[in-house]
């Protein structure tokens, strides 16, 4: 389907009708397991010899509608969809990591993906240090012969930061090892972080791939170009006592890296989508353009109002030609800078507080990437157990507010913002 363009792809890409009963819309194939044909139709499936569905933890028809779709529409050449971005995340990562593995990570990142990183990934002895998204050079140093893969986001929550991607693929190829961008706050519609080198997206489909805030789900795209064969991913070359000592890499070439995560990582960590989520992310993904492109308009009308506004101390969103990520927006995101930003009360605190309570229009939670605008003071939730100094350091200083504008109109997103400051 490469040939059409991407309004086409979000509408069409994986989806066909249904061969068993001509039904246009995905069917919600809602069963655990799936009839063989005879013995040896079920022993060459179990061999990995033909792909089939067997069991809905590994493979389910609606779920690969969605896998097809997002890795069209990321032009990646492969997709493996999973229960959260979370989960995403630690598929993605026992994929490549052996006990005493580092990567190197950008430290703004997510709030959960931080804590995913320091607390469970230790148990595990997976091993993470952090570079600054910002200067791409300092995630240099600290690339060591343990370091697995290199890890950000394209636009990075809650600062609305933008990755020079470009330049940490670079850095990643030089090592030797794939750059992995979560793509979340930039969805393929801003940002096709393929294009630009990396070698694995994911995603949580649950922000704005299904944008009514409604299912949990994530997308792992395996962009097909990485070199796997150097010895360092073992369970991608070497010999896998599992399936009678197969080598994923040397089989499956450009799609091996999706299928190992699939048939080792979600087989035994289990973490499956289940059908109905991936039909309501499916639902939301044919509408992807027409949502992100007004909620980055919206977003850019708000910041600017924002920025206008005596109570309000900064505005940090890419749009604003005097970002420090402006000419990285111009640059990878040109239709929009996303509709995530975060923004600084005069009042700090206490007036970060008064806000959350005294907005009408606006839902007080912790979420982004809803048709609903959202907002949330992170100092008194999301990161009210830190001490005040390593919440500046977070981004997440006690005046800062974190936005996710909507598609609702922009005059009433400004009119409540203005009642609630008041
Ligand atoms: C929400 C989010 C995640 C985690 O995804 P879940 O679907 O909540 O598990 C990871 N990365 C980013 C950027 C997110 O916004």
Not at 57 to 80: D, F, S
Not at 128 to 153: G, H
Not at 386 to 402: F, Q, T, W, Y
């Amino acid at each position: 389907m490469a040939e059409y363009g991407f309004n086409t792809l979000a509408v069409h890409a994986g989806a066909q009708p249904d061969p068993a009963t001509g039904a246009r819309a995905t069917p919600i194939y809602q069963t655990t397991a799936f009839v063989f044909e005879d013995a040896d139709h079920a022993a060459a499936l179990f061999n990995l010899q033909v792909f089939g569905n067997v069991y809905t933890r590994l493979m389910n028809p609606t779920n690969a509608v969605l896998e097809e779709k997002v890795a069209a529409l990321e032009n990646g050449r492969a997709g493996l969809a999973c229960a959260s971005g979370h989960a995403a995340q630690l598929l993605t990562f026992h994929t490549l990591m052996s006990p005493g593995d580092e990567i190197v990570s950008a430290r703004q990142l997510y709030g959960g993906s931080i804590n995913q990183f320091n607390q469970s990934f230790a148990k595990f002895d997976w091993r993470v240090k952090w570079a600054d998204t910002t200067n791409p050079d300092s995630f240099k140093p600290l690339i060591t012969d343990r370091t697995k893969a290199i890890y950000a986001e394209s636009i990075a929550n809650p600062g609305g930061l933008i990755t020079d991607i470009e330049a940490l693929a670079k850095i990643a190829h030089d090592a030797g090892v794939p750059l992995i961008i979560d793509n979340t706050l930039a969805s393929p519609y801003l940002i096709r972080p393929i294009e630009w080198g990396a070698d694995i997206v994911l995603h949580s489909a649950t922000k704005f791939l299904g944008g009514h805030g409604n299912s949990m789900a994530g997308v792992i795209v395996d962009g097909g170009k990485f070199d796997w064969g150097s010895g360092k991913f073992p369970t991608l070359s070497e010999p896998n006592p599992s399936y009678h000592g197969m080598r994923m890499w040397e089989t499956f070439g450009d799609m091996a890296f999706a299928i190992t995560t699939r048939v080792f990582a979600l087989r035994d960590l289990g973490p499956a989508l289940s059908p109905m989520n991936a039909f309501l992310v499916l639902t939301g993904t044919e509408t992807l353009p027409l949502r992100m492109q007004r909620h980055c308009d919206n977003a850019m009308i708000v910041a600017k109002w924002l920025k206008a506004n005596p109570k309000v101390e900064w505005v940090n969103y890419a749009g604003l030609p005097d970002n420090a990520s402006y000419k990285l927006h111009q640059k990878y995101c040109p239709k929009g800078a996303g509709s995530v930003f975060t923004f600084g009360l005069k009042g700090g605190y206490e007036a970060g507080i008064k806000l959350v309570n005294s907005v009408k229009l606006f839902s007080h939670v912790a979420n982004i990437g809803d048709t609903r605008s959202l907002i949330i003071h992170p100092a008194s939730t999301t990161h009210r157990q830190l001490s005040d100094e390593d919440r500046a350091k977070a981004g997440a200083g006690n005046d800062v507010v974190r936005l996710s504008i909507g598609i609702e109109d922009t005059a009433d997103i400004i009119a409540d913002l203005e009642q609630a400051l008041a």
